[in-house]
C-alpha cells in the first residue's frame, strides 16, 4: 500500500470524552470515528486491525472443529421471552418493534437463536457433539458508554456455542475451547492470563475469563507466578496467614486514640505492625423474611472485605448493605472508626476473616470515639467467632494448595468461557434421541470474545508516550517505510520502492510513505499509529550508505548498509511475530 | 474437510414458504433457516458461499483503489432528518429508541453516515478523490418479506461511496467503479448484464445496475448482443418500426366485431396482421392545479403501454392513472374493448406511439361495443396525432442508433450504481477548500451490491431438477470426494484420502464424504448442495482400476484410472475456474 493511496488523517489532540488512553489514541490516529455515544466508524487502519483479529479467531475456532454460521442482529423477542432474558436483561437490551408491531431485539449474545437452530437441526446423538459460532454485530445499551471501544454500544463479537450429549461431554468441548483461546491470545501477541472465574450462579461449574494484561485493567487478577492458577480477586481463594494461634501474652487494655478512626493511624499512633491491628466493617443483613440483624465483619487492618464472598455466606443469601451510622451507634454506641466486637452495647453477629481467627493480643476499635482495646484475645475476651474466608487477596500471600506466592495485576476481560449445562436447551427444548431412542437435553458451553475490545485492549498493554505499539500480529501495517526527500531523489525512491517490493513478495503488510512530508511529522505520525516496523531511507543516509531500521518498541534504531537492510528486515520480521 | 466434521442436513421437501427455486434449494440443501419474517441464519454451508462472495468484491473493490471501513448498524436518526430521508423513507426504515429516548435507525444504506465521515475527515483537495467502502449487516423492512434472500429484511450489503472534487472527477471515479464491477460479477462466475438504468430522478446523469439474467428474474432487460447495449425495459427506446408512412389505400370504414374486445380477437376475426391494430389505453391525467384530463395512448396491436416512460411526459408530471369506466363511458360513449381515436363523444388528447405515428389503413375500436373502424389513416380520417416513445421495447426490434436487433432477456438486480452529484454533500455539507482556498461541495457517487442476494440469483440462474450448480469460484465446497465403502474398504480409504490430500495441497477446496452413507442418498445429497465436482472411489471401480468425476453441469462422468484422476481433476478444475 502506498500512503498517499490510503487514508491517515491524525491529530495531536484527542476529544475530551477520550477518557482512557485506547480511545484517546485511536481517535487521535484516526482509527475510529464517533456518530453516538458507543457507535463508531472503525476507519481503514481500525478495520484493518479488527480483521486481523477476526481472522486469528477464525483460524483457531475452525481449528478446534467449531463451524462459522452467521446468525442475525435482529432476532424476534419470542426466543427472548420463553429463556426469561426479556424481562431479565433489563434496559441494556435494545428492544424494537417492526412496522407490524412485532417485538424484536437487537442482539447483545445469541444463546437463545443458537439453541432454537440445534433444536431443530439436532435430532440424534450421531448429531453431536456440535459447536457452532459467528462473528457479528452486537448491541448492547449501556446506560453510560464510554472509553471508546472497551465499553461501546455496538460492538464485534465472536461468539460459540457448544453441544453436547451429556455434561461429560460438554466439559470435553470447554476444554477444547479453553485451550484454542489460549492459542487465539497468544497468536495475537497478548500477554493474557486465563482466570477462574466459576461464580456457581451460572448453573454449571466452570467459568474462565481470558484477561488482557495492562495497568490501566478494571480488574484485578491474583496469580501465581509458580504455577497456572489465576483468579479473579473477587473469587482467589485467601489463605490464613497464621498458621497457630499464640497464647495470650498481654492484658486487654482500653487506651486513648484520638483522631485515630483507620487502623494505619492507630498503628502509627500505638507505634505497632498494622497486623497487629482488626478491621471492623458492619452490615446490615437480612433474613428470609425480611427482618434485619447486624454482622461485624473483621479482616486484619491490611486486608480489605471482599463482598463477592461475603455474598454467597448463607446468612447473606437473601440481601445485605452497609449498615447506617443510626444502625452502627444503636448496636456500638459509637460512631465508625473506632468499632470492634469487644463490648457491644446490643448483641451482634461476629465473624472473622480466617487470619483474624488465628491472631493473638490484637487491637481493635474501643466502641467509644478516640478509644481502642489493645491486647484482645479470642476465648479470654471474646467468644470464638465465626471464622470465614471474607477478604481480597493481597500480593505476597502464599498461594493454596500450592508452593509459590500470590501476585495481583490489572487486567481487561476480554474473553468468557461458560458451561451452561441445561439452561438454555430446556427451554428451549433442544433435545436429542439417544441410542435407546429416548429423548435427552443437549448440554452446552458458550464462548466469546470481545472482538473490538481486544483492539482497545491490545492498546492499554501496549503504548507509550508516543502512541500506539502494535503486537505484529495485529498491526495494521507490520512494515512502514519512510523515505525522506522522496521528492527529489531519484535514489531514494528506487532504494524505499526495491525495499517494499521485496517485502510484499514475502507477503509482508508494508506501506510506503510516498507523501513527501517532512521527516518529523511523519515519524510521529507512524508513531503515533504504532507499526512495529519503520524503515527510514534518506538522502544523506544513503550517501553514507546508511538504511535505518527503527522497531517500534526499542529505544535505539539500527544503521544498516543496503545489502544487508532485507534480511535483517525479514529476520526482525520473523522475530516479532514469534515473540509475545 | 471431512463431512463427518461438518454439519449437513439436507431435506426432500421445502417449506410452503418457499415460493422461488433459490429459497426452495436453500432449505432444502439446509444452508439457511428462518427465525422470522426475511430473517435467517447462514448455516456454515452458505456462510462459506457469502464469505467467498465477499471476498470476490473486497479484493476488486481494493485492486480498484476503494478503502475498506465499516460503518455502525446503528444510525443516529438526526443525520437522517438533515437529508430529508427520515421522513421520505417511509415504514422500510427500522426506527429504534435507545434507552434514553433518542431515535436511531438500523441502517438500510449508509449514505448520511459516510457524508457525515468525510464532512469531518477533508479539509482540502489534496485529500480527493476518495471511495470508502464497507460489507455490512443492512435491513429494510419489507412489508411483505418474502423470496428467501431475495428479498430478506436483514442482509449483507457492499455499498461504496466516491468523493470527488467535481463532476467530471465524479464521473471518473463512476467509471472506475462501473469497470471494477464488471470484473466483479464475471470474477463470481456469473452471466450478468450492466444495464443502463438512467432515470434522471436521482439528481445525476448516469446509472448502472447490474442484473445477473436468470428466466425467473423480475426485470426484463433488452439487450443487443452485438453491441453493449443494455437498458432496464422501463427505460429501453422504442425505434420507430415502420421507416415511412404508406399512403392511404383503404377507405374508412365500421365493421361488426362482435366480443373481439382486444386486438388479437380482432385481427383474427378480420383475417389481418395483429401489426395492421391499433390498441388503445385510456389515461385519466392531472395537471398541476389538479384538473383532469382524459389522454388516450396509442400502440401498436403487439405492443404494450411503457408507464415508466409516459410517466415522463410534461402533460403527465402531475400524476396519471388509468381512467376509470364512467369517465372513458362519458369521453367515448363506449366500454373499454371498442375504444379508438376516430369519433369520440367529448374531446380528448391523444398520444400515439412512434411506430403508430408511421401506420396506415390501420384498424382502431369504432368507439361503440362490437365495431372497429378499417382503413383508418392520419391526417385522412383523423388530425396528425402527437407523437411519443411510450411503449416497451419487443424481442426483435431493431436497436436504435447501431446496428443489431434487441433481445430481452429476465435479471434479477445485484448491484448498482449511482452518480449522486451533490445530494448528500449539500445538505450535510461536505465541502473541501480548493486550491484558492475556497470552499466547495463535493460530488459523490453511491454503489451498491446486495451480497446475500447475490448467492440467492446465483441459484436462480444455476440449477436443475437435482439442485443447486454452484459456480465455482462460490461454492460451499468446490471438489467432493465420495467413497463407496468407506467403512470397509482400506483400498477405497487410501485411495480416496490420497486424492483428498493431493487436492488440499492444491489449495482446492475439497470435502470427502467420510459418513459411510449408501451411494444414492450421498449423490443426492451433493447433487442438491451443487458442489461442482464430484470424485466416486469406489471398491467395485478400483478393481477395474477406475475412479469416476462427475462435473456438476455435465451429463456424463468421466471414467479415469488412479494414475490419471489427480492431473484430470486438476485440469477440470482450472478449467472451470476460468468458465462463465
Redesign the interface.
Known amino acids: 500500500m502506498l500512503a498517499s ?3 491517515l ?1 491524525t491529530s495531536k489532540e484527542a476529544p475530551a470524552d477520550a477518557e482512557v488512553i485506547s480511545h484517546q489514541l485511536m481517535m487521535r490516529a ?1 482509527m475510529i ?1 464517533k ?2 455515544g458507543g ?6 487502519l ?2 484493518k486491525v ?1 480483521r486481523k483479529i477476526e481472522n486469528i479467531i477464525r483460524t483457531e475456532m475452525n481449528n478446534a ?1 467449531a ?10 423477542a419470542e ?1 427472548w421471552m420463553q429463556t426469561g432474558r426479556w424481562d431479565a436483561y433489563g ?2 437490551l ?1 428492544r ?1 418493534k ?2 407490524h408491531g ?1 417485538d ?1 431485539v ?1 442482539q447483545p449474545t445469541s444463546e437463545e ?1 443458537v439453541t ?2 440445534v433444536a ?2 439436532i435430532h440424534s446423538w450421531r ?1 453431536l457433539p ?1 459447536n ?1 459460532y459467528h462473528i ?2 452486537k ?1 448492547r ?1 449501556e ?1 453510560r458508554p464510554r472509553f471508546g471501544l472497551m465499553r461501546g ?2 460492538f464485534t463479537m465472536k461468539d460459540a456455542y457448544s453441544f453436547d450429549r451429556d455434561e461429560a461431554g460438554a466439559l470435553k468441548s470447554y476444554d477444547i475451547m479453553f485451550n484454542a483461546y489460549k492459542k487465539i491470545f497468544t497468536n495475537l501477541g497478548l500477554k493474557f492470563r486465563a482466570v477462574n472465574a466459576d461464580t456457581g450462579s451460572i448453573g454449571g461449574s466452570r467459568s474462565h475469563e481470558f484477561q488482557v494484561i495492562a495497568d490501566t485493567g478494571e480488574d484485578l487478577i491474583v496469580y501465581n507466578p509458580d504455577s497456572e492458577y489465576a483468579a479473579n480477586i473477587e473469587l482467589a481463594e485467601a489463605p490464613c496467614l497464621i498458621a497457630e494461634r499464640a497464647l495470650p501474652s498481654k492484658a486487654l487494655e482500653l487506651v486513648p486514640t484520638p483522631e485515630a478512626n483507620k487502623c494505619e493511624l492507630v498503628a502509627e499512633l500505638l507505634n505497632i505492625p498494622l497486623q497487629q491491628t482488626v478491621k471492623s466493617v458492619v452490615y446490615s443483613v437480612q433474613d428470609e423474611e425480611g427482618k434485619k440483624s447486624i454482622y461485624l465483619l473483621l479482616v486484619r487492618g491490611d486486608h480489605e472485605v471482599n463482598e463477592v464472598k461475603i455474598g454467597k455466606l448463607a446468612a447473606f443469601k437473601h440481601g445485605f448493605e452497609l449498615a447506617s451510622e443510626e444502625e452502627i451507634i444503636e448496636h456500638f454506641g459509637s460512631k465508625p472508626g473506632y468499632l470492634g466486637p469487644v463490648n457491644t452495647v446490643k448483641p451482634i453477629h461476629i465473624i472473622a476473616d480466617k487470619t483474624v481467627g488465628n491472631m493473638s493480643d490484637f487491637v481493635c476499635g474501643g466502641n467509644q470515639e478516640n478509644t481502642h482495646w489493645v491486647g484482645v484475645n479470642w476465648g479470654r475476651d471474646l467468644p470464638e467467632p465465626m471464622i470465614e474466608d471474607i477478604r481480597n487477596v493481597v500480593a505476597g500471600d502464599p498461594a493454596v494448595d500450592e508452593p509459590g506466592t500470590l501476585a495481583i495485576e490489572h487486567g481487561i476481560e476480554v474473553g468468557h468461557v461458560f458451561f451452561l449445562g441445561d439452561k438454555y436447551s430446556e427451554k428451549l427444548k433442544a433435545t436429542y434421541l439417544n441410542e435407546q431412542g429416548k429423548p435427552e437435553v443437549i448440554q452446552m458451553g458458550c464462548y466469546g470474545i470481545g472482538v473490538s475490545r481486544i483492539m482497545a485492549a491490545a492498546i492499554e498493554q501496549n503504548n507509550d508516550d508516543k502512541g500506539i505499539i502494535w503486537p505484529l500480529p495485529i498491526a495494521p501495517f507490520e512494515v512502514v517505510i519512510c523515505p525522506i526527500g522522496w521528492g527529489k531523489s531519484e535514489e531514494v525512491r528506487q532504494q524505499a520502492t526495491s525495499i517494499y517490493n521485496y517485502l510484499k513478495d514475502q507477503g509482508i503488510d508494508v506501506i510506503l510513505d510516498d507523501r513527501d512530508a517532512r521527516p518529523g511529522v511523519m515519524f510521529s505520525e507512524w508513531e503515533l499509529i504504532g507499526v512495529p516496523i519503520r524503515v527510514t531511507v534518506g538522502e544523506k543516509g544513503l550517501k553514507e550508505g546508511i538504511i535505518e531500521v527503527q522497531a517500534r518498541r526499542d529505544k535505539e534504531s539500527q544503521k544498516l548498509s543496503p545489502s544487508e537492510v532485507n534480511s535483517y528486515l525479514f529476520n526482525l520480521y520473523q522475530q516479532l511475530k514469534s515473540t509475545v
Chains 1, 2 share one sequence.
Request: net charge negative.
Open positions: 493511496h490510503f487514508h488523517n484516526g470515528r456518530h453516538a457507535i463508531y466508524t472503525y476507519m481503514p481500525a478495520l479488527l472443529g463451524l462459522e454460521i452467521l446468525m442475525p442482529v435482529v432476532q424476534p426466543l434496559a441494556e435494545l424494537i417492526d412496522r412485532r424484536f437487537l437463536v432454537e437452530i431443530n437441526e448429531q456440535l457452532l457479528q454485530t448491541f445499551d446506560r454500544r455496538e
